[in-house]
């Protein structure tokens, strides 16, 4: 089992910055990558980025490259998603997610685990 804990969200102003966190914890031996999702209601989960536990980051989503920055600290095992110049658009539950599979890391199917959400409100 792998425990995943989100943290950081929060309302902010377009053009604001702000750092979400993922804290996991249990069998993460065997995980691969870890990716940052995020969903509005009534929409589909939409993927955003993705890491391997071993620091390399895998790509991102159009929408939001440039903008955000994924990492990861090892000491901790824990994932960040960096967030700058927000914009409304971005408003949403950011959610982490935990995959042992290698491929197809921007669907959503492939991940076991998955933390509770943080919600992020950006007004302009």
């Known amino acids: 089992q792998v425990q995943l804990v989100e943290s950081g969200g929060g309302s902010v102003q377009a053009g604001d910055s702000l750092r979400l966190s993922c804290a996991a914890s249990?069998?993460?031996?065997?995980?691969?990558?870890v990716a940052w999702f995020r969903q509005v209601p009534g929409k589909e989960r939409e993927f955003v980025a993705t890491?391997?536990?071993?620091?390399?980051?895998?790509g991102y989503a159009d929408s939001v490259k440039g903008r955000f920055t994924i990492s990861r600290d090892k000491v901790k095992n824990t994932f960040y998603l960096q967030m700058y110049d927000l914009t409304p658009e971005d408003t949403a539950t950011y959610y982490c997610?935990?995959?042992?599979?290698?491929?197809?890391?921007?669907?959503?199917?492939?991940?076991?685990?998955w933390g509770q959400g943080t919600q992020v409100a950006v007004s302009s």
């Open positions: 890491i391997t536990y071993g620091g390399h980051t895998l």
């Open positions: 997610a935990s995959s042992r599979q290698p491929k197809q890391l921007s669907q959503s199917s492939v991940y076991d685990y």
């Open positions: 249990g069998r993460t031996q065997r995980q691969y990558a």
